[in-house]
């Protein structure tokens, strides 16, 4: 490999890496506002109704933070894990563009 090509390298790991960091500073991020604001929704149901409502949005956000986790630690598979540079290769390689 030359100079180059290593350069190119470095510096596609990196913004690789730093993509990757991004993600999971989303997740935590995501996940540090549920242990907020859900605790405040019980507090407000608590105070104001008897009915349960604090549960919808509990299950629904916390659905939303199982799937955020499992897109952040490559836990899901349906495309594949290398699907999105095989179809940035296939775009590249086309004459379409």
Sequence with gaps: MNSRTMEDLKKYKYRKA????????????????????IPFLVFINYRTSSYPWVIFPAIGWGIGLVGHWLHVYGYIHFLGRDWEERKIKQFMDSNEF
């Design 18 to 37: 730093k993509e990757r960091v991004e993600c999971i500073k989303s997740f935590y991020s995501n996940l540090m506002t549920y242990f907020l604001v």
